[in-house]
């Protein structure tokens, strides 16, 4: 009767132990792709988000220069400007990054440099922005540049052309 014995306990024991250490080397092999996924829609979101107040910073931009106003700045190049950067969301505060904001009249009829006079076209421009990613990818790991503008057809004023402090901004 000794051929009836229960089977031996033994197999089972050694299968756990050939596993342990296991569960933190598959939480890492999960956690690292699922932690850069989640950095590059944060990337690309951020990058659109940034792309979009740009854009929407130098309309309004663009609205301010085609009714002759020069509220802040002493001339009406420098009012731009600053209407730009306070339409920006806080992104155009550093000195690098006011820097990117451009301003030019354009002649229609000659398609040159003009002033700010009636009938000429203003281009607001924000040109080469600078973006550093979140994520820490190897071959991503360079800045992305933004760029956004806006053109509009400068009304008639009421009065005299206000100054410019550099007419070819560009």
């Given at each position: ?84 950067k306070n339409h920006a969301l806080g992104f155009l505060h550093g000195t690098a990054a006011a820097a990117t904001v451009h301003v030019q009249f354009v002649n229609p009829s ?61």
């Amino acid at each position: 009767m000794a051929d009836r014995s229960l089977p031996e306990v033994a197999p089972r024991a050694n299968r756990t132990t050939r596993q342990r250490g296991s569960e933190p080397v598959e939480a890492t092999l999960i956690a690292i792709p699922m932690l850069l996924m989640t950095f590059l829609m944060l990337d690309v979101s951020m990058v659109i988000f940034i792309r979009t107040t740009m854009q929407e910073a130098v309309r309004e931009g663009a609205r301010y220069a085609i009714t002759g106003q020069n509220a802040t700045g002493p001339c009406q190049d420098d009012s731009i400007k600053t209407t730009v950067k306070n339409h920006a969301l806080g992104f155009l505060h550093g000195t690098a990054a006011a820097a990117t904001v451009h301003v030019q009249f354009v002649n229609p009829s000659t398609g040159g440099q003009g002033t700010n006079a009636p009938g000429n076209i203003v281009n607001v421009k924000i040109e080469g922005y600078k973006y550093s990613t979140l994520a820490p990818f190897q071959r991503l790991n360079y800045p992305l540049y933004v760029f956004a503008t806006a053109s509009d057809l400068i009304e008639p004023y009421t009065g005299a052309a206000p100054c410019l402090t550099n007419s070819t901004d560009q």
